[in-house]
């Protein structure tokens, strides 16, 4: 079995559960803010952000979307949605709502578990992200991970966001190793499986639905205990 010098993770999906913990805050501003005078229900709310934030958060990887634009406006755009035209309002959501989501501690089955494990064997590990970094540190602290990683490697840091492979690059120059002795663990066929494959790093997919794909990683796990077999 190959040896590896340093272990990369993606965080969000990977160790964090976005879902569950966006939920969660969405559904306290909701709350808080009344929304339901707007809103059908809380369940079409939080639909129509998942759509319009996770098409923001494409175009901030592709660069096509500022991380302003998408701070500010996945909000205004989330309220016009059910006829709203409040620009206070979103910006008051969109504040609380960077403050509060990070706060969440849900992770995805047997995360802290085996980051333990991996720890415990003396692996080096750090985190490539495309989040911003203020949050992801926030993220990290609040669910008790961050002292397993040495480094918090983000894309506005980087000045490259995944999957290009300058990102890459630079979390191993950061890690002081080479593109042989590091292994990317994430969840996302792009940002993290190609994108580690074009920097010649090895990877594994976490991929817990299986469905089938054609990407050529060094391992595909559906659940996060396996890497005890790989490591």
């Given at each position: 079995?190959?040896?590896?010098k340093c272990?990369?993770f993606?965080?969000?999906r990977?160790?964090?559960?976005?879902e569950t913990?966006q939920?969660?805050?969405?559904r306290?501003?909701?709350?808080?803010?009344g929304?339901?005078?707007?809103c059908?229900?809380?369940d079409?709310?939080?639909?129509?952000y998942l759509e319009?934030?996770?098409?923001?958060w494409?175009?901030?990887?592709d660069g096509?979307?500022?991380r302003e634009?998408?701070r500010n406006h996945?909000f205004?755009?989330l309220l016009?949605?059910f006829?709203?035209?409040?620009?206070?309002?979103?910006?008051?959501?969109?504040?609380?709502y960077i403050r509060?989501?990070?706060?969440?501690r849900?992770l995805m089955?047997?995360?802290?578990?085996?980051v333990e494990?991996?720890?415990?064997?003396?692996?080096?590990m750090?985190?490539?992200?495309?989040?911003?970094?203020e949050v992801?540190?926030?993220?990290l602290?609040?669910c008790?991970?961050?002292r397993f990683f040495?480094h918090v490697?983000?894309s506005e840091?980087a000045?490259?966001?995944?999957?290009d492979?300058?990102?890459?690059?630079y979390?191993l120059?950061?890690?002081g190793?080479?593109a042989?002795?590091?292994l990317?663990?994430?969840?996302d066929?792009?940002?993290?499986?190609?994108?580690?494959?074009g920097?010649g790093?090895?990877?594994?997919y976490?991929?817990?639905?299986g469905?089938?794909?054609?990407?050529?990683?060094t391992w595909?796990?559906?659940?996060l205990s396996?890497?005890r077999?790989i490591l």
């Open positions: 079995m190959k040896t590896y272990l990369f993606d965080l969000d990977t160790l964090w559960d976005v913990n939920r969660e805050a969405q306290i501003l909701y709350e808080k803010y929304l339901e005078r707007y059908p229900g809380f079409a709310y939080f639909d129509a319009i934030n996770d098409r923001l494409l175009g901030y990887r096509t979307v500022t634009y998408l996945r205004t755009e016009g949605r006829g709203v035209r409040n620009l206070k309002l979103a910006i008051r959501l969109g504040n609380d509060l989501a990070p706060t969440f849900n089955p047997h995360a802290r578990e085996t494990y991996l720890y415990g064997r003396g692996y080096p750090d985190i490539v992200t495309n989040g911003f970094d992801q540190h926030v993220k602290a609040n008790g991970l961050g040495r490697i983000c840091k000045g490259a966001n995944k999957p492979p300058r990102i890459f690059r979390a120059r950061k890690a190793v080479g042989g002795e590091a990317m663990i994430g969840d066929p792009e940002n993290d499986m190609e994108g580690a494959i920097a790093i090895d990877t594994v976490y991929h817990p639905t469905t089938p794909h054609g990407l050529g990683v595909e796990i559906r659940d396996r890497l077999e």
